[in-house]
């Protein structure tokens, strides 16, 4: 079974932080539990999942119904009162950029040496309290990962199974790997709740994660 982003303790408190209307619903979250898009010079909408592009930024929800019904009613061009041009694609165009944002922040997480690959090391990350989050391959045997999915509880460590192998491994620079530890800190931060939304686009619960995006 894959599971996607399951918080294994008490659930996930949001902290203060900037705050922005959803277009689709009305509902004010925090910056994190959103999408930003922007209005190129074309007039086409453009998602903003690094929340840096330049321009006025118009905020959905990170749920595909969101962006679908956004599409629909047109509200791009009214919330930006200028015309604005969906692709019939934007909710599969978010999904990937999520997609390539995590795995890049797994990367990043690589180079400054806050990940442990592979089941012994990410099982001493997880006993000895270093880990943060557990990232583990859907596609992979149940056996190795049900015992450190019922570790990853016993500890209160979120984890994730919506990757490949394949993605996991090429992220951190191998060929495949089942089982990866990311430790605490900015970028777990932000590995997080860039997971929760990808976790919202592919179906999931609306995300509620900690901190706020860039």
């Known amino acids: 079974m894959t ?19 959803c277009l689709a619903s009305g ?3 925090p910056k994190c539990e959103l999408i930003r898009f922007v209005v190129g010079p074309d007039g086409s909408v453009v998602p903003d999942v690094d929340g840096r592009l330049p321009g006025r930024g118009l905020w959905l929800t990170a749920q595909r119904d969101m962006i679908d019904r ?4 047109n509200l791009f061009a009214k919330a930006a009162r200028a015309p604005a041009r969906a692709p019939a694609d934007l909710a599969d165009q978010v999904e990937r950029l999520l997609r390539r944002r995590c795995l890049d922040l797994l990367g990043l997480a690589r180079r400054g040496g ?7 090391a990410a ?17 992979a045997a ?18 994730v199974e919506i990757f490949a ?13 089942v089982h990866v530890a990311v430790a605490a800190g900015g970028i777990a931060t932000r590995l997080r709740e860039a997971l929760a939304r990808l976790d919202g686009l592919r179906g999931g619960s609306p995300p509620v ?3 706020s995006a860039d």
């Open 70 to 73: 956004a599409c629909a009613r």
């Open 142 to 159: 149940e056996g190795g990962r049900g015992k450190l999915r019922a570790l990853a509880r016993a500890h209160g460590v979120p984890v």
């Open 27 to 29: 509902a004010v979250r």
């Open 114 to 120: 806050a990940v442990a690959g592979g089941f012994d």
């Open 123 to 139: 099982s001493a990350w997880l006993g000895n309290g270093a880990a943060a989050l557990l990232l583990q391959a859907e596609d």
């Open 165 to 177: 192998a394949a993605d996991l491994g090429r992220a951190l620079g191998r060929e495949a790997l």
């Open 3 to 21: 599971v996607a982003l399951m918080s294994t303790g008490t659930p996930m408190a949001r902290e203060e932080g900037p705050e922005r209307r």
């Open 209 to 211: 994660t900690p901190g």
